[in-house]
C-alpha cells in the first residue's frame, strides 16, 4: 500500500501513472513480470520510460555498488559469526542465505540485470559475453557475496536483450512470442485474471490478511459456505488423523493409497445420498471429467444432453468422451425434450445438469429432468457441487431438499427413499471443497456403475490419493452437517437479508432462489474496479467474475453470505457496495430496466422464491445473525456423533466425568431450547435476541485444536 500512496504523488507529473487507474498499478505492482522474474510487471513498463528507465538502471547499480563496498568490513563479519557461518574454501547455498547482505546483494544484482535487460530489449544484439551485475559487485570483502556472485553464469547480451524469446535452434518456433500474444489477448478485452493474496484466518472466520499479516480484510466471496473449514471437531479429527497416519497417502488408491479413512468416507457419501456406492476424487472438477469421459466412451452409440450453464468440468469430461452432444437451453425443458426426440428410445443418453448453478444461482427443474428421462430412456447425471451440505434436512442437496418432510422423517438410514427426486438420480457429483470445507470431489450411484468407474477411469486410477487427514476432516464434516442443520438455516437467513438489503437501494442481484448472491455490473474493466475499491478502500474482498465464467457483458460481483458473517459486517458490506457503485456510476436495476434489462435484471423478474421455506428454516429455531463479539453455535450433539465415528480407528477422546456431564446437560438444554421456540413462536415472530456462548471443546491431551 505505501508504494503506491507515494507513486500517487507524482501522477500529476507522469504521463503514465496520470493517465492509469489506481488499480491497474496495483494489479500490474504486485503482479510479477513473465519475463524477468525479479521485478513486477509495473517496473518491467517503467524500464521502458525514457526517463524512468535509466533512473532506474542508475539506481539498481547504486544499490549494487552498496552492497559491495560493505563487504569485508568488521561489522559485517560480527554479522556472519552471529548467524552461525564463519569463512572456508566451501561457501553452500545454506551459507549465502544465512548472510543478510550477501543474499540481499544476490537479490539486488539479479533486479539489476533484469532492469538492464528490460530498458535494453531493442539493442542489437552481440556476440560477446560480460559479467553479470552479481559478479561485477562482488567486491574482495565478503566470501559468501563473492560466492554468490561466482554461482552467477555469464550473461550473453543476446540473451539480455532476448530474455529467452530466441528458440537455441535457428528458425525454430517463438514460442515466448506465442505466449506474450496470448496474454496480450486477455489484457486487451480485460479478461485477464489477477490473483489477489488471501489468507483466511482459522480463528477469526471469515477475516483474512492480505500479502501483508497486518492488513487484514472481510472476505465475501468465500466457497467454504458454512466455516466448516475452521469447524472445531473437523480440525480436531483432522490433527488426529496427522498425528496418527502422517502427511501423504503413499500412492494411488491401487498402490498403498487405499486407506479405512478413505473406505469410510464413500461409505458416508453413499450413506448421504442413499445410494448403493460412492467413490472419491483429488477433486469435483475430475470426479466430473473422469465419470462423464469414462462412461460416454464405454456406452455404445451415447448421446449426451447438456445444460448450456453446465460447468466447465462437465464440458470437458463430455468433450473427452468423443460421444455425440446436444446442448439444450438453460433450464429450458421444452428444448430439451424437443431434442430427446430426435433419438430412437433404445439409444443410450444421458442428461447432465445442475442443481445450482453458481454464477448466477438458478436452480436446475431436477424432478421435471427426471419425467423426461424416463419417458425417453435416458440416463440422469446431476452436479449437486454448489449444494451439498447447503440444502435438505441432512445437507445431501436439492434433489433431498425437494422432498424434505420425507427425507427429515427416514432420518439416517441409508436406504432410498422409492420414488423421491433423489432415489430417481441415477448418479450425483459433489465436491467436499466447499460446503464441507475441506477439499476433494465423489460421485455416488449404483454398486455396478461407481464399481466400473473404478476400474476404468484414468483420473482415478493414476491420480495419487487424498492424504488421509483430509479425508478423515472431510468425512467429519459430512457427517457433523448430517447431523446438523443450523449453519445452513442460518446461512439463508443471512443471504434474504443481504439480498433485500441491495434490492432497497436499486443496487442489481441476478434473481435466483438460491443462496448465490451475483450483483451484476455488466463490464469486465468496471467490475475489476469495484473489486480493487471494496478490497483496498474497504476492506471487503468479493472477487470480479468475466468470462469465460459468465458470458461477455454478464460480468458480475459474486458475493458469498456465511453464518458467520455478523450483522455489522453486512451493514459494512451493504455501505461499501452502495458507495462504490456511486463512485462508478455503475448501473442499478432502474438503469438496466431503462435499457431493456441484462441477465434477469430490470425486466421484473427480481422477486423470486427462495427454495428454502420459512417452516424449513425454523426447523433450526428461528436461527439469528451474529453480531460482533457473539461466538458461533458449535452442536454438541453432532460433535458427539463425529467422535464416535472415528473411535474404530481413532480411539475415544477422553472426557472427565465434569466434562462429560457439561456436554450432556448442555445438549438437553440446547434441545428444549429449541423444541420450545418451535413450538411457541408462529412462523414470522422474531425471536429475542441472546448471545450465543461457545462450546467448550474437550479434545484429547497435546492435540491442538483452533476454535
Known sequence: MEKFSSLARFKSSCPFLGGTKTSTLRALGSAISPRFPSISQLTERAASCPIMGPALVMRSTQMVAGYASVAG??????????????????????????????????????????????????????????????????????PFHKAAAAKERPVKLSEVTETQ???????????????????????????????????????KFPIAHTASVKEEVQ??????????????????TMHRALDKYGAGAGGTRNIAGNSAMHLGLERELATLHRKESALVFSSCYVANDATLSTLGSKLPGCVYFSDASNHASMIQGIRHSGAKKEIFKHNDLDDLEAKLKKYPKDTPKIIAFESVYSMCGSIGPIKEICDLAKKYGALTFLDEVHAV??????????????????????????????????????????????????VGGYVAGSRNFIDMIRSYAPGFIFTTSLPPATVAGA????????????????KQVNVRTVKERFAALDIPVVPGPS???????????????????????????????NFPTVAVGEERLRVTVTPRHTAEQIDGLITAMDTVFTELKINRISDWAKSGGRANVGIGKEN??????????????????????????????????????FEDLLGPIELSETETIQMKVEAVLMTGAVEHIAGTLSKKAKAPRVPVNPIDMPVAPTVAVSA
Open 73 to 142: 568490513q568488521a561489522d559485517v563479519q560480527n554479522i556472519h559469526h552471529s548467524k552461525g557461518i564463519f569463512p572456508g574454501t566451501n561457501v553452500s547455498e545454506a551459507d549465502i542465505s544465512k548472510c543478510p547482505h550477501a543474499s540481499a546483494a544476490r537479490a539486488a544484482a539479479r533486479m539489476a540485470d533484469d532492469l538492464a535487460a528490460a530498458s535494453t530489449t531493442k539493442a542489437p544484439e552481440a556476440k560477446k559475453e560480460f559479467p553479470s551485475t552479481a559478479q561485477r559487485a562482488a567486491a574482495a570483502g565478503c
Open 515 to 545: 443462496h448465490i448472491v451475483p450483483v451484476l455490473v455488466g463490464d469486465a474493466g468496471l467490475a475489476k474496479v469495484a473489486s480493487d475499491k471494496l478490497l483496498c478502500e474497504h476492506g471487503i474482498y468479493v472477487q470480479a467474475i
Open 165 to 203: 524469446t530466441t528458440p537455441a535452434t535457428p528458425d525454430a518456433y517463438k514460442y515466448d512470442k506465442f505466449y506474450a500474444a496470448e496474454l496480450e489477448k486477455k489484457h486487451k478485452d480485460q479478461s485477464y485474471r489477477y490473483f489477489n493474496n488471501i489468507n483466511r484466518l482459522a480463528t
Open 389 to 438: 451440505g447447503l440444502y435438505g434436512p441432512r445437507g445431501a442437496g436439492v434433489a433431498e431438499h425437494l422432498d424434505w418432510e420425507s427425507h427429515q422423517m427416514a432420518g439416517q438410514t441409508s436406504e432410498p427413499i422409492k420414488d423421491s427426486v433423489m432415489d430417481r438420480i441415477d448418479m450425483i457429483t459433489g465436491t467436499l471443497g466447499k460446503a464441507y470445507g475441506t
Open 475 to 490: 468425512r467429519a464434516s459430512v457427517i457433523y452437517q448430517k447431523h446438523h442443520v443450523g449453519d445452513r438455516a442460518l
Open 219 to 236: 472476505v465475501w466471496c468465500a466457497n467454504d459456505y458454512l466455516g466448516m473449514g475452521n469447524n472445531p471437531v473437523v480440525l480436531e
Open 608 to 645: 423470486v422464491e427462495p427454495i428454502w421455506s420459512n417452516a424449513q428454516i425454523n426447523t433450526a429455531g428461528q436461527p439469528q445473525t451474529l453480531h460482533d463479539g457473539d461466538m458461533a453455535l458449535v452442536d454438541v450433539n453432532a460433535v458427539q456423533v463425529v467422535r464416535k465415528s
